[in-house]
């Protein structure tokens, strides 16, 4: 029975990473470029990604992350 279940977990892990890789190797090439790139220097992509809310949010839950680890730590120390 050992053996059997031995032999489902090497076939369902390596059915996984065979899986996985073809995948990642079916995946499509990018995009070729616009037409007007690289005719007077590289061209900008025409506008530009908004990340200071992003960021403001990152930020804002590791500080709450932080202040909840540190209130568990001083509630386990006072136990």
Request: overall charge positive; aromatic content about 6%; hydrophobic content about 40%.
């Amino acid at each position: 029975m050992k053996n059997k279940i031995k032999i489902l977990i090497i076939s369902l892990t390596l059915g996984l990473l065979f899986g996985i890789s073809a995948i990642s190797v079916a995946q499509p090439g990018p995009p070729p470029p616009p037409g007007g790139h690289g005719s007077e220097g590289n061209q900008s992509p025409g506008g530009t990604a908004p990340i200071g809310t992003g960021l403001f949010i990152m930020i804002t839950m590791g500080a709450a992350y932080g202040a909840k680890k540190l209130f568990d730590a001083r509630k386990k120390l006072e136990d």
